[in-house]
């Protein structure tokens, strides 16, 4: 089983950075792809990026493409998401997942998540 905690969420001005980081438990994360979610208010929650077990796979939302990036590190059982120039519109909560599927983007490929953590973008 995995388990994942989110970190790193904050408050922040548009146009600053901000990473978060997801540690996972047990002894399969290094063979996970492994995803970003995020859920606005009053939204459904959307997929930000997706990262391949091995790294050498990523994969990005529009929204997000080029402003983001995801990485992992399978001996510290962590991935990180690295968001620059960020906007009002990218407030959510965010989530780290878990999956077996390779490329995946939806919710429904992932079976673990984390709790989330807010970050919240001021104008």
């Known amino acids: 089983q995995v388990q994942l905690v989110e970190s790193g969420g904050g408050l922040v001005q548009a146009g600053v950075s901000l990473g978060l980081s997801c540690v996972a438990s047990?002894?399969?994360?290094?063979?996970?792809?492994m995803g970003w979610f995020r859920r606005a208010p009053g939204k459904e929650r959307e997929f930000v990026g997706a990262?391949?077990?091995?790294?050498?796979?990523?994969y990005y939302a529009d929204a997000v493409k080029g402003r983001f990036t995801i990485s992992r590190d399978n001996a510290r059982n962590t991935v990180y998401l690295q968001m620059n120039s960020l906007k009002p519109e990218d407030t959510a909560v965010y989530y780290c997942?878990?999956?077996?599927?390779?490329?995946?983007?939806?919710?429904?490929?992932?079976?673990?998540w984390g709790q989330g953590t807010q970050v919240t973008v001021s104008s």
């Open positions: 047990g002894r399969t994360f290094s063979r996970r792809t």
């Open positions: 997942a878990a999956g077996w599927v390779a490329g995946a983007t939806k919710s429904h490929e992932y079976d673990r």
């Open positions: 990262i391949s077990w091995s790294a050498g796979s990523t």
